[in-house]
């Protein structure tokens, strides 16, 4: 079965750039989404179809997909984006997301 | 404004079935796809199962097929989750979510299975 596989933490100082990886076999030939949860909160989508960014999601948060690699990245980091971030890959039936990785802003 | 509301969960013994709704509102349902995700209590996210708009197709996780089945009624604005044969480590915050990219998520609701 298909794996995605995440850093289970990262850490980065207030006002630097956070990068967070996701790898798997071909992944850039599937789409990639990324979701931000907070404690004892559900998750929000940050990342569709690899860097495509909701409305409401600030500009700091940008994505790309290639090769095996898929990178979320943030720039600027803030208190507030203390959070586990989710990979998620899908396509032609498949989902599946990848462990998590816990950013630690301080 | 996009609501899921899921409903349903509670404890059940193993082998035991539970049903598990989610009602939508404030979005077109019939024009959207629908996923179910569970999260074990401190684990990742785990996708279950999605449905296509109108039904006609469903997906599941290897670790649920033919034990769970997704449905949905559209008139009604519903999705459902039919969970038989219930597992321990079936035990998760079961969420329901939009589309296949998850843009909305409800605040999900407890199965817990134990005996």
């Known amino acids: 079965s298909y794996e995605v596989t995440q850093p289970p933490s990262v850490s980065v100082s207030p006002g630097q750039t956070a990068t967070i990886t996701c790898s798997g076999d071909t992944l850039g030939e599937k789409y990639v989404c990324w979701y931000q949860q907070k404690p004892g909160q559900s998750p929000v989508l940050v990342i569709y179809?690899?860097?495509k960014r909701p409305s409401g999601i600030p500009e700091r948060f940008s994505g790309s997909n290639s090769g095996n690699t898929a990178t979320l990245t943030i720039s600027g980091a803030q208190a507030m984006d203390e959070a586990d971030y989710y990979c998620q890959a899908w396509g032609s039936g498949l989902w599946v997301f990848g462990g998590g990785t816990k950013l630690t802003v301080l | 404004e996009v609501q899921l509301v899921e409903s349903g969960g509670g404890l059940v013994q193993p082998g035991g079935s539970l049903r598990l709704s989610c009602a939508a509102s404030?979005?077109?349902?019939?024009?959207?796809?629908m996923t179910w995700v569970r999260q074990a209590p401190g684990k990742g996210l785990e996708w279950v199962a999605n449905?296509?708009?109108?039904?006609?197709?469903?997906f599941y996780v290897d670790s649920v097929q033919g034990r769970f089945t997704i449905s949905r009624d559209n008139a009604e604005n519903s999705l459902y989750l039919h969970m038989n044969t219930l597992r321990v480590d079936d035990t998760a915050v079961y969420y329901c979510?939009?589309?296949?990219?998850?843009?909305?998520w409800g605040p999900g609701t407890l199965v817990t299975v134990t005996s």
């Open positions: 404030g979005f077109t349902f019939n024009n959207y796809w």
């Open positions: 449905i296509k708009k109108d039904g006609s197709e469903t």
């Open positions: 179809r690899d860097t």
């Open positions: 979510a939009r589309d296949r990219i998850l843009d909305s």
